[in-house]
């Protein structure tokens, strides 16, 4: 398992630092990762379908509970085999759509990075795993869907994205670190067979947390606004994130964690509510789209809310019909986009009110999306009718609100029919317009992908046993109590008879509704209420405040940084030693002074007194090399000569710096009056008590508590870490990561000072 993560990143990594050296005429050979993928996925069907689970698992931080353990269960199966069969077909679709494309093996690296943390997301059984592979899709969809990264509505939509999906992965961290707080352990699989109760607001914060992370990933309302905008990405961009990958990561959440929450009313109460309103508000407004991205867009939102309102509603039915339509919608869903980027490839244009008649020039293209639009209305024989009737199923066995919901469900249905016909159906159909009669016919290569996932999409509609062995292992590891039978035909009940009123709803709603340019106008004027609209107002004003900070405590002046940061600490202090008022020095036994401990401290203050009230820079300089080379005596006197040779080494390199940049610099200059020289002295002096109160602190605090360790350390340091200097053990193994941060802290800013260095400006700047 990690090795079919980890060969995504690897190759993603090669063909973005070799896109120029390798030949575009590769790239037909690139389908051979996922296709490869998607066979090694597949060999795990026996096993699954029999029941077992697939469990690797590596060390890698053993200390902080983190491995990299990868499970496949039927959950992480069915989206394994999605996201690796479909993005198959989005290669072969990418290298006809993306044709005579410069930078099209740059958009390979993109695609196979994104592949790899998806595959990573669904399959990881570690927490903090899942959250790396979290991140990982928002930071590699932002890179396709800025892809076209001259355009500016391109760019903004990336920055969106990145930010809302950014901003829920936040949650998801706090969720990983607080569930690992109360379960003890990271382990996907060990919370959900635990039998550790939750207590008091324990439920509802994690719930908080992971429908946040979720929500904002599967863009449910108020979090949905951003999938609109990702339209703005290359057509197999939007086919593979919106139909097999990227927003359903926070369906996947949700599954995977809904054996834990069921129990809790406050999660069926949550999602019920904001997966009812998504569905039905994302259906209506794609009534008033007339772009046909934008119409899957807002289909794609109310399928997701679908979904959503379906984990709900809880129970076996409603679990499994929610699985069997993730599956369905992937189907459909995947060929109406790759049937609109052929569309607008062809003509230049996706509106519908422009388009007609396509099905003559088109005529393989019309069959492909008319199929796609019957799967999506849910017409017998296909894999939407077997989902659409298991969504009624659901919402008929809820025990109070049955008809409410249903009611719900069949409204929502309607409206995506209307969708679906609308995309599929309307631009090939009727009069062809004077402006497309020049559109060349098409080659049969440009639509076998989109007619494969059609062709799917029937097959498994019409011998649905295919599908059924693994639809019930997946609803049987996401809670559902007992198998639901997959069947074309119950019979004539109730059910049959709902869909057979929405699929005649829908119609009379496409031939009745006319979309024009009245009817978006009305609904422009509500856009302003819409969270788009909120959200950008918040961010405006976020970056008003952001300015009028920057222009107060970042002004430019390095005495100013100096101050906000010592004043911040001082308070932090302040209120750290104020909260436990005591002195420390009645604990502490002192010696004698020594002569050379007396020497020292007079040479110490001294050194410090001659560089603060000095009046030449290289006065001050020595002062500061006196004081460096004291403290490298202290060092020497206490029996730490490696440290005293490294200050030394790092004190006289620091001076000889110093001498060559302020050499340079203009004559010494007062620049601050007296009230300025004030105000910083008794900053110093109040932050340099605090810290001297901290130290004492920390002294006894640590022969109170830690005694133990300098024995520890002095037993464990060559047999653990192989190692006779302890002094450096610790840094390197014992307190390996705070080194670590420390040295990515350093390398962050030799990046930044590289990048001053570099900087060219212009005058005017």
């Known amino acids: ?107 390979y690296a993109y695609l196979t990075l994104f592949m790899g943390a998806m595959i990573g997301l669904v399959s990881s059984d570690n927490l903090i795993t899942l959250f790396i592979f979290w991140e990982l899709t928002s930071i590699s969809s932002f890179f396709l869907i800025g892809y076209k990264n001259n355009d500016k509505e391109s760019r903004r939509a990336a920055i969106i994205s990145i930010a809302v999906t950014g901003f829920g992965g936040l949650f998801l961290l706090a969720f990983s670190i607080y569930s690992g707080v109360i379960y003890g352990s990271y382990s996907i699989q060990e919370m959900l067979t635990s039998t550790s109760v939750l207590e008091g607001w324990q439920p509802l914060i994690l719930i908080g947390l992971v429908l946040v992370a979720a929500f ?28 097999a990958t990227m927003v359903k990561a926070g369906i996947y959440l949700l599954l995977r964690f809904n054996p834990l929450f069921s129990q809790y009313s406050d999660w069926h109460t949550i999602l019920l509510i904001f997966g009812g309103f ?72 996706r509106d519908i009110t422009k388009l007609g008649g396509l099905g003559k020039i088109m005529p393989s293209i019309r069959y492909i999306a008319l199929a796609a639009a019957l799967s999506n209305a849910g017409v017998p024989f296909f894999m939407g009718f077997l989902a659409k009737d298991m969504i009624y199923e659901g919402t008929l066995n809820h025990q109070s609100l049955a008809v409410v919901f249903t009611i719900l469900a069949i409204t929502t249905n309607v409206l995506l ?72 035909w119950h019979g004539f009940n109730l059910v049959f008879l709902l869909s057979l009123c929405t699929l005649a709803l829908g119609l009379i709603l496409y031939f009745v509704w006319k979309m024009n340019s009245t009817k978006s106008i009305f609904v422009e004027r509500f856009y302003r209420f819409a969270p788009k609209s909120i959200a950008s107002a918040l961010f405006t004003k976020f970056m008003i ?42 604990n502490i036994i002192f010696t ?107 002294i006894v605090e640590s022969a109170q508590r830690n005694a133990h360790l300098a024995s520890y350390f002095n037993e464990n340091a060559k047999t653990l870490a192989k190692g006779k200097n302890i002094v450096n053990v610790i840094l390197v193994d014992f307190r390996g990561a705070d080194t670590l941060i420390e040295t990515v802290v350093l390398a962050i800013s030799a990046i930044g000072v590289f990048g001053l260095v570099k900087l060219r400006m212009k005058e005017k700047e």
């Open 417 to 488: 029919i209307y969708a679906g016909f609308a995309v599929g159906l309307k631009p090939f159909v009727g009069n062809l317009p004077e402006d497309l009669k020049q559109t060349t016919r098409l080659k049969s290569s440009v639509w076998w992908p989109p007619a494969i996932t059609a062709f799917l999409g029937l097959v498994f509609g019409a011998v649905p046993f295919l599908f059924a062995g693994l639809l019930a292992n997946a609803s049987l590891s996401v809670g559902a109590e007992a198998i639901v039978p997959l069947k074309i």
């Open 545 to 586: 405040l952001a300015s009028r900070w920057t222009k107060l405590a970042q002004n430019g002046f390095l005495r100013n940084y100096v101050l906000v940061i010592v004043i911040a600490l001082t308070i932090a202090l302040s209120a750290h030693v104020f909260r436990r008022p005591s002195l420390y020095l009645s």
């Open 592 to 698: 004698p002074l020594s002569f050379n401990e007396l020497t020292l401290s007079i040479m110490l203050v001294g050194s410090t007194l001659f560089a603060v009230f000095s009046k030449s820079r290289l006065a001050a300089i020595a002062g500061l090399a006196v004081l460096g080379y004291a403290v490298c005596f202290v060092f020497v006197f206490y029996s730490a000569p490696d440290l005293a040779l490294t200050q030394f080494s790092i004190d006289t390199l620091t001076v000889i710096l110093f001498v060559l940049i302020l050499y340079n610099l203009p004559p010494y200059l007062r620049l601050s009056n007296n009230r300025v020289r004030y105000r910083d002295i008794g900053v110093a002096s109040v932050f340099g008590v605090l810290i001297t109160l901290v130290t004492l602190e920390a």
């Open 278 to 349: 998504t569905m039905l508000y994302a259906a209506v407004q794609t009534l008033f789209q007339s772009d046909m991205k934008s119409i899957l867009a807002y289909s794609t939102i109310s399928a997701l809310g679908i979904i959503v309102f379906l984990i709900g509603i809880g129970g076996s039915f409603a679990l499994s019909a929610a699985i069997a339509f993730i599956f369905a919608h992937a189907m459909y869903k995947a060929t109406l986009f790759m049937i609109t980027g052929i569309v607008d490839h062809q003509t230049g244009t």
């Open 1 to 107: 398992m990690i090795f079919a993560s980890l060969i995504s990143f690897f190759v993603a990594m090669i063909l973005g630092f070799f896109q120029w050296e390798l030949k575009r005429k590769w790239t037909a050979f690139y389908v051979l990762l996922p296709l490869g993928l998607f066979a090694f996925f597949a060999s795990y069907l026996p096993e699954v379908l029999q029941g077992e689970q697939v469990l690797q698992s590596f060390s890698w931080v053993p200390s902080f509970g983190v491995h990299l353990s990868f499970l496949v269960d039927g959950l992480s199966l069915l989206f394994l085999l999605l996201i690796t069969g479909i993005g198959a077909l989005v290669f072969v679709y990418t290298n006809i759509y993306m044709r005579g494309d410069p930078k099209i093996t740059r958009f």
């Open 216 to 243: 904002t990933k599967s863009a449910q309302f108020p979090f949905h606004f951003w999938l609109p905008g990702a339209m703005k990405a290359p057509t197999p961009v939007s086919t593979y994130l919106h139909s």
